[in-house]
């Protein structure tokens, strides 16, 4: 069973930036695709970044050109760089596989928090 753990999150100032990690375990990670979402307070669930396994990315466009998705298959792990944050990117962040191309996600982890202060 597919489980993950984020990390990574914290407070930063608008204009700031954050990189956060997703380690996966419980599949063959290579061959997986993922994505990070987030969710904010009283809204819904939103992929914002995709990378598939041969590494092609995609993005939301509220996050072109700010942020960036990578992954490191020998560390299992899925990162999301995060640059010129802003106080509307304030939300928990979750991966998981990516829902565009699987047509669904498995168990969510806990997430980690993302706050841009203005």
């Known amino acids: 069973q597919v489980q993950f753990v984020e990390s990574g999150g914290g407070l930063v100032q608008a204009g700031g930036s954050l990189r956060l990690s997703c380690a996966a375990s419980?599949?063959?990670?290579?061959?997986?695709?993922f994505g990070w979402y987030r969710q904010a307070s009283g809204k819904e669930r939103e992929l914002v970044a995709s990378?598939?396994?041969?590494?092609?990315?995609n993005y939301v466009d509220s996050v072109k050109g700010r942020f960036t998705i990578s992954r490191d298959n020998a560390k299992n792990t899925v990162y999301l760089q995060m640059n010129s944050l802003k106080p509307e990117d304030t939300a928990v962040y979750f991966c998981n596989l990516d829902v565009g191309r699987y047509g669904s996600t498995r168990d969510w982890g806990q997430g980690t928090q993302v706050t841009v202060s203005s």
């Open positions: 990378i598939s396994s041969g590494g092609t990315t």
């Open positions: 419980g599949t063959i990670f290579s061959f997986i695709a």
